[in-house]
């Protein structure tokens, strides 16, 4: 501005008046003195745009608006203008060079400041304001005001979900409750800890509702308004519903972009190379577009024209802008869509966690009390409360209970989904009725035009959802026999219902406000049909039934139709459907619709037969989800009866799955599934020990995280079954404890497929007393060697691995793949060199063991000496070992191993019990014998003595029995006199096993009484314990030992072994 201030002091100095020659010359040099200006003006703005085109694209724009804060807004307004021409000259002269790349360039950077400012201003009205549901006629809410963080993990994979999201959902719901990597929206982008690579593509997943294009939008508004994000230049969001109506046209990327974008007019970006750029694709599962991403041409210019779908996929592929980074949003559904090599991560939208869901709607209502009061009466109610995860259905749950506080004193609240449905399409018929129609409060809300909409209105929702159609174009109204302006009147009319938006070119598009809407519009219109006309839309051979009589017949044969059209459905796509179509069946919510429904009948005699049709099909062999989503029909259905009995049950100490039927084993998967309890731990001991009950528990060992299966007679059945569990997508075990049950070297190869998975979870396995060899070792090894191995806890104990199996063993062992931190080989008859494999291992591999257990083995003195180095080394990375106790005795297979020599305590002995054989045979007799008085002799209902030794470590022992006997461990303050308090297993100091030959087994402890099934009698019993892991555990003993009870528990003082001896009975130690 120096020059042009000087030239303005040059031009004033000129006087008036002079000759012709003196004003040429004068002005000659004038232009002359303009030329210099000029020219230095040319050659600074020159230099300038030399380091535009140099520098970094964020570090110029921040010092140009440094440079320019300083300015007045007259003398800023000039400077811009002289820029702006200038460089529009030269950009000219650059393209008459030929210089097309560099133009672009220049033109892109000088004028990326205004573009950015532009679009952000741009998006901030876009974004702004969020509807809830509600079409933009309404009354906007400030996104930022009501946003509500939403739980997002990261993690998972790309593949595709085909459930239907209300069983993806119950599974979700059960999820929040347990610790994973989770994820701030502002940190979509942020490589995780661990990861170097920067990530490009994410893929966010969500089921419809639960907040992705909210997320997307919350994210572009921070960019704009600068509160995050601001390491991207340009954000650019596109909805897949918009680029469908596209799908005919040619576009260059920079085309589509200044396409989407044309309210920034004034200034165009040439390409977008130079910036680092955001774009986002909102809803996948919506696009109509032919993505094919192996049959279509490469571009890699942004300038060249083509089809939108050859767009996107060349942009996914990294083809196209590959320094741009790309955010899909998706329904799990449509994932797969999306080749995983494209995807860099994958997160997912879990909806609302307990306290957001309070925090919504707490915002949400200005009232706290009637807040309170919401979030009081979700939580009475389960299907409620998971449903209201997805945040559409938090808004649709606060509408109605809103209103329904405030137009009722009292009185009950919705409980059911079909009930709360119902309330709010009433709420939409009064408000279209007062606000639309100008009707008074008193008017009925149903007018002949109302019922018309809402028909048609199910119509298309029923025909859409046959198709699995969530938004429509014309062409799907028009199928349906919808004109597109009565469509449009619709979405005016019933705002919070069926919403119309516009898209490019002003197209109309139109959706319902959630897929749980469209479901119950589509099950009113099923139900109306039938009861109107008596057709069954659910039929292929539609019937119709126009005599009430006949009607009322068939009535509970149409909803018996629906249940086996819903149970035949793939992936349970008519599971919601169904619970509101047999919803509407009840008076009470037929009662609601008065207006609506022209007639009704007496469905009461229906209902029952309905609710006895489901109790039969959830006596067959059903799969899981569908026996759930029959329990949620037999809510809608206000039956409750088969799972109220098995809770009454459960909460009893008498509870026992000995009887139960099909039908209520289901139940019990119903209620551990839905409890709000955390299912950290499930425990099959505390239901039935047995193989059958851990087949029917399976879902619940899949969704919890440990699993402790330990001494449950569990065979190969079990391994193949836990080895599907394992392979599942959402199974959520990290940790299976499957120690002494009888799984030999098959069952360890069939669940090796399930520990080889990709998607594996498992980081903890115990195997300890399976009878397992080398066999299994090699297995384990391969395990140890996979790639996708992730296990880092390893309990082979207490079997008879021997040298081979730990030599194969060690070759895992010293596998790269290998993250194993603790080992356990405890009692595996493990000698020196066995042991020096094992030491070869751990130098090959150093990094990651921590854990070393050999204690019970004879590993030799130079091995312990190489071991106990390594433990002092801190280069490797163990810390703890474990070698002792050691020798040869350790050496004898199986846990006989274990065995130690008892001493019957004869101070103890009963008066009725005679001890022979050197003190090893006890019988009892009818004549009380003459011992001496001693505080220690049990004096007491049932004969019995302890023995004198006190167990603290692992002790076997094997016990010959005829008649009827208990064989036991005991404290030693176990009571000496009274009645049943001081009988072995009928208090907390004791454990037995009950041994008859008239009744079997059963094992006892603290009065509770545990039945054991056994195909034979064996008259030797053998018992194990090992006092510090707090397992107690009988075997049958024939050529093998068989077993037949475990306890479980933590011993406080050293166990003393007892024996009862009843009439005409008697027990012998045995030499072992």
Same mark, same amino acid.
């Given at each position: ?11 004033? @100095? ?51 608006? =440094? ?6 807004? /007259? ?7 002289? *820029? ?17 790349? %560099? ?21 901030? =009205? ?98 704009? @308004? ?16 918009? #680029? ?187 408000? =279209? ?21 809402? @028909? ?22 028009? /199928? ?21 938006? *516009? ?133 809608? #259905? ?40 955390? %299912? ?74 399930? %520990? ?317």
């Amino acid at each position: 501005m120096k020059e042009a201030s000087s030239l303005d002091q040059e031009s004033s @100095e000129v006087p008036s008046g002079q000759s012709a020659h003196l004003c040429q010359t004068h002005l000659e040099s004038i232009f002359m003195l303009v030329e210099d200006n000029i020219i230095s003006f040319v050659k600074k703005q020159l230099k300038e745009l030399q380091k535009v085109l140099h520098a970094d694209f964020p570090e110029y724009l921040e010092s140009q608006s =440094k440079d320019e804060e300083m300015l007045e807004a /007259e003398v800023k307004e000039q400077r811009e203008n002289s *820029r702006e021409a200038f460089v529009k000259i030269t950009l000219h002269f650059l393209r008459k060079i030929k210089q097309e790349e %560099l133009a672009d360039s220049l033109q892109n950077k000088i004028f990326a400041r205004r573009y950015q400012y532009e679009l952000k201003s741009h998006l901030k =009205k876009k974004f702004g304001c969020v509807f809830e549901g509600i079409a933009k006629t309404g009354n906007p809410t400030l996104l930022n005001q009501i946003y509500t963080e939403l739980y997002i993990t990261e993690g998972g994979t790309g593949n595709v979900n085909a459930k239907h999201e209300i069983r993806q959902i119950e599974t979700a719901s059960r999820r929040l409750h347990k610790k994973e990597t989770t994820i701030r929206q502002e940190d979509i982008f942020k490589a995780p800890p661990g990861r170097d690579k920067p990530i490009r593509t994410v893929l966010t997943k969500g089921v419809a509702g639960i907040g992705k294009t909210v997320l997307t939008q919350k994210f572009t508004l921070d960019w704009a @308004e600068k509160k995050a994000n601001q390491n991207f230049q340009f954000i650019f969001p596109f909805a897949f519903r918009e #680029l469908n109506v596209l799908k005919e046209n040619k576009f260059s990327l920079v085309e589509l972009v200044n396409l989407f974008f044309s309210e920034i007019r004034e200034v165009r970006i040439c390409s977008f190379e130079d910036f680092q750029v955001l774009f986002i694709f909102d809803g996948l599962d919506e696009c109509r577009l032919p993505l094919d991403f192996h049959n279509t041409d490469l571009i890699t210019d942004p300038r060249k024209s083509t089809s939108v779908d050859a767009l996107l996929i060349n942009l996914i592929k990294g083809n196209l802008l590959p320094s741009a980074q790309l955010w899909i949003t998706t329904r799990p559904a449509a994932a797969n869509q999306i080749p995983a090599e494209c995807v860099d991560m994958v997160t997912e939208v879990r909806g609302f966690t307990d306290p957001q869901k309070e925090e919504y709607f707490r915002k949400r209502s200005r009232d706290e009390k009637q807040a309170s009061r919401i979030i009081s009466h979700i939580k009475t109610s389960r299907s409620l409360h998971i449903m209201c995860h997805i945040p559409v259905f938090c808004w649709i749950t606060a509408t109605v209970l809103e209103d329904v506080l405030k137009t009722r004193e009292g009185g009950q609240l919705p409980k059911t989904l079909t009930d709360m449905y119902i309330h709010f399409l009433v709420v939409q018929t009064k408000v =279209k009725k007062f606000k639309y129609d100008g009707g008074a409060e008193t008017d009925p809300h149903w007018s002949p035009e109302s019922r018309k909409m809402v @028909e048609s209105l199910g119509k298309l929702a029923f025909d859409q959802l046959q198709k699995d159609n969530l938004i429509f174009y014309e062409s799907d109204l028009t /199928e349906c026999g919808i004109d597109i302006t009565a469509a449009s009147v619709y979405s005016g009319v019933f705002t919070q219902l069926f919403r119309e938006e *516009r898209g490019l070119y002003q197209d109309k598009v139109f959706c319902f406000i959630h897929l749980s809407v469209q479901e119950f519009l589509a099950a009113l219109h099923v139900h109306l049909t039938f009861i109107n006309t008596g057709v069954n839309l659910l039929e292929e051979e539609q019937n119709t039934s126009r005599n009430f009589e006949t009607r009322q017949h068939t009535g509970s044969q149409f909803y018996e139709s629906a249940v086996e059209k819903a149970l035949q459905s793939p992936n349970g796509l008519l599971d919601l459907f169904l619970r509101f179509l047999l919803g509407l069946s009840l008076q009470s919510n037929q009662n609601l619709l008065q207006g609506l429904l022209t007639q009704t009948g007496n469905g009461s005699q229906i209902n029952q037969e309905t609710v006895q049709y489901i109790k039969k099909k959830l006596n067959e062999n059903l799969s899981v989800e569908k026996s759930i989503n029959l329990f949620h029909c037999l809510n809608e #259905l206000n039956d409750r009866a088969i799972v109220e009995k098995i809770q009454q049950s459960l909460s009893s100490e008498q509870f026992s799955t000995d009887e139960l039927s099909p039908a209520q084993w289901s139940a019990l998967v119903f209620i551990l599934l839905s409890s709000e309890e955390d %299912l950290e731990v499930f425990d099959l001991k505390k239901y039935s020990a047995s193989e059958d009950a851990l087949l029917r528990l399976l879902p619940v060992v899949k969704a919890s995280q440990k699993a402790l299966l330990n001494s449950c007679n569990l065979s190969e059945r079990s391994c193949e079954a836990l080895s599907s569990v394992l392979k599942m997508e959402d199974c959520e075990l990290t940790a299976i404890d499957l120690s002494n049950n009888n799984l030999r070297d098959s069952g360890v190869k069939l669940i090796s497929a399930g %520990l080889k998975h990709p998607h594996i979870t498992l980081k903890t396995i115990r195997l300890s007393g399976c009878d397992l060899s080398q066999r299994s070792c090699e297995i384990i090894s391969s395990i140890l060697s996979s790639q996708f191995c992730s296990l880092i806890e390893l309990d082979l104990s207490n079997n008879d691995l021997a040298k081979s199996g730990v030599k194969v063993l060690s070759s895992g062992l010293g596998s790269l793949h290998c993250k194993l931190e603790t080992l356990r080989l405890s009692g595996c008859l493990i000698t020196d060199e066995a042991c020096g494999f094992l030491i070869s291992a751990l130098s090959s591999n150093p990094s990651y063991l921590r854990e070393l257990d050999l204690s019970y083995n004879h590993p030799g003195q130079e091995q312990v000496k190489q071991l106990s180095a390594i433990l002092k080394d801190p280069s490797w990375g163990l810390h703890t070992l474990r070698v002792e106790p050691a020798g040869v005795r350790w050496l004898r297979p199986g846990l006989r191993k274990y065995s130690c020599q008892l001493t019957i305590d004869t101070n103890t002995v009963h008066t009725n019990l005679q001890l022979s054989d050197n003190n090893r045979k006890v019988m009892f007799v009818w004549e009380g014998l003459p011992y001496p008085d001693h505080p220690d002799r049990f004096d007491c209902i049932c004969p019995q003595l302890l023995c004198r030794n006190g167990l603290t470590g692992r002790c076997y022992w094997e016990v010959e029995w005829r008649g009827g006997v208990y064989i036991s461990v005991s404290y030693r303050t176990i009571r000496r006199k009274g009645r049943t308090g001081c009988v072995f297993g009928k208090n907390d100091q004791s454990w037995s096993l009950s041994c008859s030959d008239y009744c079997g087994y059963s094992a006892w402890h603290n009065k509770q009484k545990t039945s054991i099934s056994s195909s034979s009698v064996s008259k030797r019993v053998a018992v194990y314990v090992d006092c510090p892991a707090g397992t107690l555990s009988f075997y049958r003993v024939s050529n093998t030992l068989i077993h037949l009870h475990t306890f479980n528990t933590t011993f406080t003082e050293p166990l003393y072994p007892g024996f009862t001896v009843s009439f005409g009975s008697s027990v012998c130690l045995c030499v072992v």
